[in-house]
């Protein structure tokens, strides 16, 4: 019992302590998604539950890489750019329970049993601690060109996977 406490205990608190997924959103879920525009026009989505607002950041422009390269294009200029940042704020919680009931014991010898009951009390106590994660859109319009990069506001979609990967599969 206490081993399985112990192992849920770890398993929440890796949970909350964890970075945005970089994956398909489903659903509405955290993740990317990509709208096309035009043939050489996307829009990127990356959300996110985290404090960070760079990570979504991050996370758009590595899948505007990726889509760009899977398009059959080298580069990609952002034409627009915008991030809302919705705080979700949960007070803290805690509550406090108490059990009273009785615990039958049987113990058998040889020739005859033995019927005990006996008092048990419980008490139980929870506290939640406050959570001030937030929920992080970032959107990004994108137009994706072949051979030379045209300016310094375009990004090389090789570069930016070379760089971004990492960070995706920490």
């Given amino acids: 019992m206490k081993t399985?406490?112990?192992?849920?205990s770890i398993l929440i608190l890796a949970g909350c302590a964890s970075k945005p997924d970089y994956r398909a959103a489903n659903?509405?879920?955290?993740?990317?998604?990509?709208?096309?525009?035009?043939?050489?026009?996307?829009?990127?989505?990356f959300k996110s539950i985290s404090n960070s607002v760079a990570d979504a950041g991050d996370y758009a422009l590595l899948?505007?890489?990726?889509?760009?390269?899977?398009?059959g294009y080298d580069w990609f200029v952002v034409t627009n750019k915008e991030t809302f940042v919705e705080s979700k704020?949960?007070?803290p919680t805690s509550s406090v329970s108490a059990t009273r009931g009785q615990q039958v014991e049987r113990s058998c010898g040889l020739l005859t049993c033995e019927t005990r009951t006996r008092p048990v009390?419980?008490?139980?106590?929870?506290i939640s601690n406050h959570d001030s994660r937030k929920e992080v859109h970032t959107l990004l319009d994108i137009k994706?060109?072949?051979?030379?990069?045209?300016?310094?506001n375009s990004y090389s979609a090789q570069d930016?996977?070379?760089?971004?990967?990492a960070k995706a599969k920490k």
Avoid at 4 to 8: K, R
């Fill in 4 to 8: 399985t406490l112990l192992i849920m």
């Fill in 27 to 45: 659903k509405g879920s955290t993740g990317y998604s990509e709208q096309k525009i035009s043939d050489d026009r996307y829009r990127v989505e």
């Fill in 63 to 71: 899948r505007a890489a990726e889509l760009t390269q899977a398009q």
């Fill in 89 to 91: 704020s949960h007070a």
């Fill in 121 to 126: 009390n419980e008490m139980g106590v929870q």
């Fill in 144 to 152: 994706m060109g072949k051979g030379i990069k045209p300016n310094d």
């Fill in 160 to 165: 930016v996977i070379d760089n971004l990967s």
